[in-house]
């Protein structure tokens, strides 16, 4: 019955081509401008202040392009029924309050249209922030999710590599990947 958008490094919106002064949109602009129906709700969630601040500049600039045909080229939908949610905030910690709304807006829809809420979520962590506990509630949720990851594998490698041969602390690998990620290094 409805669709979310939920994107936990958001950014602000867009990014720089590496060696170059080019521009390009980033996850929110991309999945908001090409959707062919506007999503109930898009969660858009980065931890900078400066980012997020930039990334609501944007998003209020592409809903009032959004409402202009002749923008159907590149803006697919009127995005302006769409409710935009930006947050501040730790990825990791407000998981549990954005799935809790999600859940509960689930359960009234499956109660009066028998079709509830569908999630697409994209997850792309600079380094090794986003954390297994996070993975697990989103996997375990009943509201069905299509989920984006992109895994930071130099970053494992770096840091599995300073753990084994350094004795570096394992600990952002345990919360990134769980504890069984040295039996898997091990064997790969």
């Known amino acids: 019955?409805?669709?979310?958008?939920?994107?936990?490094?958001?950014?602000?919106?867009?990014?720089?081509?590496?060696?170059?002064?080019?521009?390009?949109?980033g996850s929110p602009i991309i999945a908001l401008s090409f959707a062919t129906l506007p999503f109930a709700k898009a969660y858009l969630i980065d931890y900078d202040h400066k980012k997020v601040k930039k990334l609501k500049y944007r998003i209020e600039l592409l809903k009032e392009?959004?409402?202009?045909?002749?923008?159907?080229?590149?803006?697919?939908?009127?995005?302006?029924?769409?409710?935009?949610?930006v947050r501040q905030h730790d990825a990791n910690k407000v998981i549990d309050t954005i799935y809790n709304e999600i859940e509960e807006r689930h359960e009234e829809l499956f109660k009066k249209y028998r079709r509830g809420c569908h999630n697409l979520i994209f997850i792309d962590p600079f380094g090794l922030e986003f954390q297994m506990k996070s993975l697990k509630r989103i996997l375990t949720s009943r509201v069905r999710s299509d989920l984006i990851i992109l895994f930071n594998s130099y970053a494992v490698g770096l840091q599995a590599y300073n753990h084994i041969q350094h004795e570096y602390s394992s600990r952002e690998l345990d919360n990134h990947l769980g504890y069984g990620w040295y039996n898997f290094v091990e064997n790969y």
């Open 1 to 25: 019955a409805e669709w979310n958008y939920i994107d936990l490094f958001a950014g602000s919106g867009v990014g720089k081509l590496k060696g170059s002064n080019v521009i390009i949109p």
């Open 65 to 85: 392009l959004s409402k202009e045909p002749k923008h159907r080229e590149y803006i697919f939908c009127d995005i302006t029924s769409t409710n935009v949610i």
